[in-house]
Nanobody
Framework: QVQVVQSGGGLVQPGGSLRLSCTAS????????MGWYRQAPGKQRELVAD???????DYADSVKGRFTISRDNAKNTVYLQMNSLKPEDTAVYYC?????????WGQGTQVTVSS
């Protein structure tokens, strides 16, 4: 079974930075897509950023220019560097990884940006 384990997150002041890490296990092959969604209280889960095994990226408009997603295919690890954080970025961030058309989820990491 695929396991997705996250680390990082925490408290940060507006304008600050955080880095999230996520490692997926359960396959000797690279996951086709790895990325991050987030969910704030009372809101739907939304895509933050995704990256394919080939390095192609996709970002939500709200984070373009501020967040950078990267991955290490050999380690099946994905990173999210978050700069210039805003209070609106406060949410639980969920790592996800797709293998064989199946998406697996991490348990979530709280990111809180104080005002």
């Amino acid at each position: 079974q695929v396991q997705v384990v996250q680390s990082g997150g925490g408290l940060v002041q507006p304008g600050g930075s955080l880095r999230l890490s996520c490692t997926a296990s359960g396959s000797i092959f690279s996951f086709s897509v790895m990325g991050w969604y987030r969910q704030a209280p009372g809101k739907q889960r939304e895509l933050v950023a995704d990256i394919t095994s080939g390095g192609s990226t996709d970002y939500a408009d709200s984070v373009k220019g501020r967040f950078t997603i990267s991955r290490d295919n050999a380690k099946n690890t994905v990173y999210l560097q978050m700069n210039s954080l805003k209070p609106e970025d406060t949410a639980v961030y969920y790592c996800n990884a797709i293998l064989g058309g199946i998406r697996s989820w991490g348990q979530g990491t709280q990111v809180t940006v104080s005002s």
